[in-house]
């Protein structure tokens, strides 16, 4: 199955209003660009990509062996990957204490798996993906970019790790939480 180890967002109403601001002040149209349904809002902490069933359960062991307290993080400023002129991806960052809190719970989650030979195909960055550009890349506007770019949107408390089943639709992909593992 291909899967992927995350925090999920609860502040879904934030990001809802977000995402509806940005397409009115950005002319953002729903040929340029797909909003990320509420429900599938989260942090990749890291990607898996496809995973047989005896992995899982190893993975399971490795996740439940990690300890965090809830991570209290606020929604501030957007950006795009890879490029602000060529963005594929518009996101939230967090501020600075969320920023290292979820770091520091990347970094456990990945030493962690490392010891069953499981490595991340990238570092992780905190960001909140909330658009899919369509078809070219999207030129995030100076405009745009000075509204949005260090504005705290809403604040939210991170009290779960789950490992995530990805399954791609053609209406888009549908997650499922497989396995969770509770702040303490």
Do not use: C
């Not at 990957?81 to 979820?102: M, T």
């Not at 550009?133 to 000075?146: F, P």
């Amino acid at each position: 199955m291909r899967a992927f180890i995350a925090v999920d967002v609860s502040n879904t109403t934030a990001i809802e209003k977000l995402q509806q601001e940005l397409i009115a002040d950005a002319g953002w149209t729903h040929e340029q660009t797909r909003p990320v349904n509420y429900q599938n809002l989260h942090f990749t902490l890291i990607f898996l990509g496809n995973i047989g069933l005896g992995v899982v359960d190893d993975i399971k062991i490795k996740l439940s062996e990690i300890q965090f307290e809830p991570i209290k993080l606020t929604f501030t400023g957007i950006g795009g990957f890879p490029d602000l002129n060529f963005a594929r991806v518009v996101w939230v960052g967090v501020d600075e204490n969320g920023n290292q809190k979820l770091v520091s719970l990347a970094e456990q989650v990945v030493l962690k798996l490392s010891e069953i030979g499981i490595k991340p195909d990238k570092p992780f960055t905190s960001h909140l993906t909330v658009f899919r550009v369509k078809g070219r890349g999207l030129n995030m506007r100076k405009e745009i970019l000075d509204k949005y770019g260090e504005k705290n949107f809403s604040s939210d408390i991170i009290d779960k790790v789950h490992i995530k089943r990805s399954d791609l639709t053609s209406s888009g992909p549908r997650y499922t939480n497989i396995f969770t593992v509770h702040a303490r």
